[in-house]
């Protein structure tokens, strides 16, 4: 498989080389440059997730003929290892909800819906579904090289996690994550600071979460410095996130329409990552029917799947921080495909976008992104309602961004796209309720409990390093952290 960039511009490359860039020298987003097919899903049934997920990213990994590139039993090995640190061996597990329609939301005569666990992970959020494998294969390919580098990234909580936990322990990759002091929660931190990792490094810098994205950005920025300790980022732009989320679409569909009949998604989103992966699943065969993107008060995409431009406004916070966001990268992988993979035109899009804060695709783009995309949007309020109904009528306690979705899926299930009885509803649970717990308390007066492999995380002993929110400081913090050779 070979990858080209969604701006048209920077060289053509294989599955590790991609797996290492992120992003393209020409600022675009590395796409295969066509879909391999599925495996036929008769031949899927029965398989444990990680040996489905080992067959179906394959094609996206084989191919490559750069120097450290995965040969297919290793390839095999890491798929194993990453989801052996999932709390249960079903990885992904599917469980039903009800059906729409009725009273309360889920007693109805509307299609079934069902809710797809994302969180069993290290960390708790769907992140992990990704990052658990990226981080092995990362390391593989570096140590293949006999190269190494340190990772290093800002977070609002939950994605710098994610990453800490992914590359704790791996011998080629040191991690470094600024967090903002006091901002994010208390399981947030801990999570971090609790990682008993030698080359894994939590840092509270005093000031927001710009302030330390801002000081990732300078640091990657300062070209010497960068050069000096080999920076590296495993963002929600990197192509390896997306398809190890492809996986879990066709899992799922496997167990909700065991015929092989369609199958609709509502996935709650803010980067856009997570629903990429359920259209890169349809392209390469799967039976989706609809695919529906759900929004906070933050709702640039369902703006733009509503009237085809999108608009910069300014980010408001909600009780689903993780889909607080502004621009949605990964969008633009989309886009690149209804453009007909015209790598000028995105960049003149993109341009104009960066420029003016504001950019529209033709009709005809709009219309095509209609077929097979519905939008719709919850606000906190009715998001805390639907973690109260949800609980009421099935006992399951949700995350308020898993309830952004179910709240969409109720409503599109009511006369609109997803009303077709036949079709069931898959709802992603992007985050495990005790991830969330002060919203999730506030909603229905139950502090969801920690998840046995988390239960004494409260008695761990935290190790965190503190750092001014100033490029020297965390320039030299960096290289404090690196072990000397
Ligand atoms: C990151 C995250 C999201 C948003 O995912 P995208 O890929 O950015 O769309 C939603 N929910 C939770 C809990 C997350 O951590």
Known sequence: ?????????????????????????????????????????????????????????????????????????????????????FDTPDVCPVVPLGSAGGPGGVEGDGPELHLLELFRGPTLAFKDVALQLVGRLFDHVLSARGDRVCVLGATSGDTGSAAMHACADRACVDIVILFPDGRTSDVQRRQMTTLDAANAHAVAVPGTFDDCQDLVKAAFADVAFRDEVRLSAVNSINWARVMAQV????????????????????????????????????????????????????????????????????????????????????????????????????????????????????????????????????DDESAAAVIRTVQQHTGLLVDPHTAVGIGVAEALADGGPLSDPSVPVVCLATAHPAKFPDAVEAAVGVRPALPAHLGDLFERPERVEHCDADLDAVESLVRRALPTY
């Open 247 to 378: 996986v879990y679409y066709l899992t799922s569909s496997l167990s909700v329409a065991p015929d092989g009949g369609p199958v609709s998604f509502v996935v709650p989103t803010g980067n856009f990552g997570n629903i990429l992966a359920g259209w890169v699943a349809k392209q390469m065969g799967l039976p989706v029917d609809r695919l529906v993107v759900a929004s906070n008060r933050n709702d640039i995409l369902t703006r733009f799947f509503s009237t085809g431009t999108m608009a910069i406004t300014e980010v408001v916070p909600t009780t689903s921080p993780s889909m607080d966001i502004q621009v949605s990268s990964n969008l633009e992988r989309l886009l690149f495909e209804v453009l007909g993979c015209d790598g000028a035109a995105l960049a003149d899009l993109m341009a104009a976008f960066r420029a003016d804060g504001t950019v529209s695709v033709p009709v005809e783009v709009l219309q095509q992104l209609q077929a097979e995309f519905d939008c719709g949007r919850l």
């Open 1 to 85: 498989m070979r990858y080209v960039s969604t701006r048209g511009a920077a060289p053509v490359l294989g599955f590790s080389d991609v797996l290492l860039a992120g992003l393209a020298d020409d600022g675009g987003l590395y796409l295969p440059e066509r879909w391999p097919e599925l495996p036929p899903l008769e031949e899927l049934r029965g398989l444990s997730y990680p040996e489905v997920a080992a067959r179906v990213m394959w094609p996206f990994v084989d191919g490559d003929d750069a120097p450290g590139a995965l040969d297919r039993d290793s390839f095999e090995r890491l798929v194993h290892e990453a989801y052996a640190t």
